[in-house]
């Protein structure tokens, strides 16, 4: 075997050296190099390196194709700069599996151009490690290299090798001889360590685009002024050799910089002073253990999220943290108003000393001692006294006054005869506090109210109307809208009946009083009913074919068009097709208008059962609405990724990450209620007006809940989901929304029947028209997770089409890939989808081919199943411009031990 791997390497490279033992071992350049190994206990000759490296190569025989791998047991060294001889499409990484002594000594030019995405490095060391300057591999994005230390290294990454490459992690091994490192301007995430007595020297060319930085051992940075770390968002320094350290770094912190870690360092002296000049709120400051740290800490400390200075030399910190922390002091807080004003329930309290949101469960940070957020409950009046505690006192209560914000604007009237008015109506308005209004840029005063939400606003005696269409803008500090130039808004679309062939689709949303012309794939439909908020058209014979359908509407104020909101349904398939694609219902139930109609306790085609199983846990979260079941070591999530608008071409102009959540638990004896406002888009301007909720229940109890007109039953031990998105600051009329979902899928799956057949299991089920995702499977073990995706939402309480998709799939490795999963919803006031999740049991006779007489335990598989997340999006348009930086979250399958429903801290 040693012989035939030497040979398929002279074959793929045109070698002039013979196929045999005595040609291999003598050649005048090494290329082989033969010795005798292990003589002690009578090994023989062994491949100890390989050297392939010519200026010419020709063909030498036909390349063994049924080569899987090479055997050099030996073999210490490989390096090879030639390229092959025959276009054979062959990785040589894959055929290097059985190389127990191969240490690289430098990047082999075979990797150039591939699509490599991550690559690690000496496991036992690297010695004198070289990257060519022609290394080239684009895709690489993480890198892991342990190097010996036994004479000075010095390596270049540079951005024309590894263009792409994010993660760079060095460990300095053996020796005591410095590592030099030129770092890649791209690099994000850099780790660095030593277990020995060298130093890795750092050098980063271009520093804005590093994030994070974890430094183990000896290791220095140039430059060392932290300031010029942008991007820098966390610094980690841990287990330095040496004693009486200085500082590690120079300069002050960025400004988005959230954890400084330099616990346990021997640090001496005092902190810079310039240390928090770029006001890093968001910072935790880890000092703790150092002993020989010593200074006093001023005022500029009361402005970050956390201080730890346990067994340091620090003599004193400002009084904020003692008043908020021990209560030993008495509290000196400014508070800039007790009058406030919230928008969906959201306020911001504002001063100076005024804590970190810890006195009370409706307080979150924002900014230290500046900025707490609140949220009061505005079904319980537009205007509120609340009384607050700022630190865990509750003798320490301060009552504000809070006024609710929002409003909703019907329509306006104009009095240019009589009464020199504007009359507007609103469907919710605060009288208390009327908004600000423009008259073609002309500021209008408050007059009086009218009756049923009507304010009058006074139009000067000299206004002098200038067009037919005059621009009316209502605002207030959080919401404006014009109500004028309001093009032709569609929120929603609702068909009757709602099965194959509708006569009626009526059309929701906002037309103005003008004619409004409706086309359906660009043919113009009939319209009998034509309204300020509907348009109804009728197909007196044949509707529109089925299928995703386009729609356009045209008004004197615009033109509203959209894809995704029309969906003509498919004819039902008959009872026989239904008989033959489900097994007659899988014996569990009957074929009724060509779908099953199951027997109690039974559903998807009536083969799995809706049993609960004690070893099915469900897992809650306190950091994100992540519904996770675990069985036994098995555990599955799926999760929110992020928020999108899409143009009406499908286009992603717009995304929001769901990365950060507000958790309230609203649990009683029997129900799990878990509740989650979303806060990281707290501080962008752009989405000020923004509120997104999710909501996570479960019960062991079985549970009925009302969707629409629909009554769903919800076994014992099943999770049902739901995202509240309201006022999404829309781009454009066209736009629309998709929710990302992230999910662990098997790159192949199979069920075993009760006739031992091997039935293949596809990750995703299209419905029967084929346009949406219907179901979701993942089998591992004896456990499969089954997820239903329903095709259809409620838009503003009435039932709108709702597109599942497969955006991608992403491989983790041979078993697994991440599956990212986007769920359309119209742009609307509201839009509904109601979900769960559930234990269930698998008939194993339905996956047989006939009688299988196992016992029940052979013929019972247990599987995991679930109704997709449901979502509810509200919007107010307006234009905005917005930048954000995407991360998918990555879901992997792990063994853990099961944690009980009742743990949720």
Not at 126 to 147: C, E, H, K, Q
Not at 296 to 312: K, N, R, V
Not at 466 to 494: E, G, L, M, R
Not at 718 to 734: E, G
């Amino acid at each position: 075997m040693l012989v035939n791997s030497a040979v398929w390497l002279i074959t793929l490279y045109g070698l002039p050296i013979g196929f045999n033992q005595a040609s291999i071992c003598n050649t005048p350049a090494n290329t082989f190099k033969c010795e005798q190994v292990d003589v002690a206990n009578g090994g023989g000759f062994h491949i100890t390196s390989i050297s392939i490296s010519t200026s010419s190569n020709s063909y030498v025989g036909q390349l063994n194709t049924t080569m899987t791998e090479l055997y050099f047991p030996q073999v210490l060294t490989i390096v090879i700069s030639v390229n092959q001889y025959n276009a054979y499409n062959i990785n040589l990484l894959d055929y290097t599996k059985n190389l127990p002594k191969y240490s690289l000594v430098s990047i082999p030019t075979f990797f150039n151009g591939s699509r490599l995405v991550t690559l690690e490095l000496g496991e036992s060391s690297l010695a004198n490690l070289v990257i060519p300057s022609t290394t080239y591999l684009p895709s690489l994005f993480s890198l892991r290299m342990g190097i010996s230390c036994f004479t000075t290294t010095t390596i270049n990454l540079s951005e024309q090798s590894f263009p792409n490459l994010s993660i760079l992690d060095i460990k300095g091994k053996e020796g005591n001889f410095p590592i030099n490192i030129g770092v890649s301007p791209t690099i994000r995430n850099m780790y660095a360590s030593t277990s020995s007595t060298s130093t890795i020297n750092l050098s980063f060319s271009n520093t804005s685009t590093v994030s994070e930085m974890i430094f183990i051992g000896s290791v220095t940075l140039s430059p060392k002024d932290l300031s010029l770390y942008p991007s820098l968002t966390s610094y980690n320094v841990r287990s330095s050799p040496n004693q009486n350290n200085p500082f590690p770094f120079e300069g002050p912190v960025p400004s988005n910089m959230y954890q400084l870690d330099l616990r346990n360092q021997s640090i001496s002296g005092t902190i810079p002073s310039n240390l928090l000049a770029n006001n890093p709120y968001q910072l935790k400051l880890l000092l703790q253990n150092n002993s020989q740290l010593v200074g006093s800490l001023g005022q500029e400390y009361c402005y970050i999220s956390e201080l730890h200075i346990d067994l340091t030399g620090i003599t004193s910190v400002p009084d904020c943290w003692w008043c908020y922390y021990t209560l030993t002091q008495s509290l000196d807080l400014q508070i800039d108003s007790t009058t406030l004003f919230s928008y969906r329930g959201n306020y911001v309290i504002t001063g100076d000393g005024i804590g970190f949101g810890a006195g009370t469960t409706s307080l979150y940070l924002i900014e230290p001692n500046r900025k707490l957020g609140g949220k009061m409950n505005v079904q319980m009046g537009r205007s509120q006294n609340i009384s607050l505690s700022l630190t865990n006192s509750s003798s320490d209560s301060i009552m504000f006054e809070v006024y609710e914000m929002e409003f909703s604007v019907v329509d306006a009237k104009m009095d240019l005869k009589d009464n020199q008015e504007l009359k507007i109506s609103f469907i919710i308005v605060n009288p208390n506090y009327p908004p600000n209004v423009t008259l073609d840029s002309n500021r209008l005063s408050f007059k009086s109210y009218g009756s049923s939400n009507t304010l009058i606003y006074s139009i000067p005696t000299n206004y002098i109307l200038k067009s037919d269409i005059p621009s009316i803008i209502v605002y207030t500090q959080f919401q404006t809208t014009n109500i004028t130039n309001i093009n032709a808004i569609v929120t929603s679309v609702v068909m009757e009946p709602t099965t194959y062939p509708p006569k009626y689709i009526y059309f929701y949303g906002f037309f103005g009083n003008a004619g409004a012309r409706v086309s359906i794939n660009n043919t113009e439909c009939t319209v009998t009913l034509s309204t300020l908020i509907v348009r109804r058209c009728e197909f007196e014979t044949v509707p529109p074919p089925s299928g995703p359908a386009f729609i356009n509407v045209t008004t004197d104020n615009g033109i509203f068009a959209s894809s995704s909101l029309l969906f003509i349904p498919y004819p039902p398939p008959s009872n026989d097709d239904c008989m033959n694609r489900t097994n007659n219902c899988n014996g569990h139930g009957t074929c009724v208008n060509g779908t099953c109609q199951c027997d109690d306790g039974w559903t998807d085609d009536c083969r799995l059962k809706n049993e609960k199983d004690p070893d099915v846990i469900f897992k809650p979260n306190t950091t994100s609405p992540t519904s996770t079941f675990s069985y036994k070591d098995f555990i599955f999530s799926f999760d929110m990724v992020e928020i999108q608008e899409l143009d009406i071409d499908g286009n992603v102009i717009k995304r929001l990450e769901s990365n950060s959540w507000l958790l309230n638990d609203r649990s009683t004896n029997d129900l799990v209620s878990l509740s989650y406002d979303l806060v990281s888009h707290q501080n962008d301007s752009d989405y000020s007006l923004l509120n997104v909720t999710s909501i996570v229940e479960f019960s062991n109890s079985s549970r009925s809940i009302q969707f629409g007109d629909d009554i769903i039953q919800l076994g014992a031990g099943s999770i049902k989901v739901s995202v509240n998105i309201t006022n999404w600051p829309f781009t454009s009329v066209l736009s629309n929304l998709r929710v990302l979902f992230s999910t662990t899928i098997n790159n192949q799956q199979s069920i075993i029947g009760c006739d031992d057949s091997v039935n293949t299991i596809a990750s995703f089920e299209q419905s029967l028209n084929g346009d949406s995702i219907q179901y979701l499977r993942v089998v591992k073990d004896n456990v499969q997770f089954f997820g239903r995706f329903i095709d259809y939402c409620l838009s503003d309480g009435r039932k709108t089409y709702s597109k599942t998709q497969l955006i991608n799939t992403t491989v983790i490795d041979q078993d697994n890939s991440i599956a990212l999963i986007g769920i359309s919803l119209p742009q609307s006031q509201s839009a509904l989808l109601d979900p769960d999740f559930s234990a269930l049991v698998i008939d194993r006779e339905s996956f047989g081919s006939g009688g299988c007489n196992g016992s029940e335990s052979d013929t019972k598989w247990k599987i995991i199943v679930g109704v997709v997340v449901g979502v509810v999006a509200a919007a107010a348009i307006s234009v905005v411009i917005v930048y954000f930086v995407r991360r998918l979250r990555v879901h992997r399958i792990l063994t853990r031990k099961p944690v009980e429903m009742n743990d949720r801290r």
